[in-house]
């Protein structure tokens, strides 16, 4: 049982720490790149909801 337990410790540490610390930095890089381009100004977020849902309806009619 030592050794299985021994080498399932190492795989919780290693992989499974290692996915979650790799999410939570991505996380934290993708909200400091936004924090750059959020300005307050309601005619910005406009702006960037419409070229959203532009994009959107391009993918769907290229798919359909």
């Known amino acids: 049982m ?4 021994a080498a399932m410790a190492w795989f919780d ?3 499974i720490d290692g996915a979650i610390k790799g999410i939570e930095w991505g ?3 993708i909200s400091m790149n936004l924090r750059k381009v959020t ?3 309601a005619s ?3 702006l960037m909801a419409v070229v959203g ?8 009619w290229g798919v359909i």
């Open 2 to 5: 030592i050794p299985i337990s």
């Open 39 to 41: 300005t307050g100004s």
């Open 44 to 46: 910005d977020y406009i």
């Open 13 to 15: 540490k290693r992989v």
């Open 27 to 29: 996380s934290i890089r």
């Open 53 to 60: 849902g532009i994009s959107i309806l391009i993918l769907l």
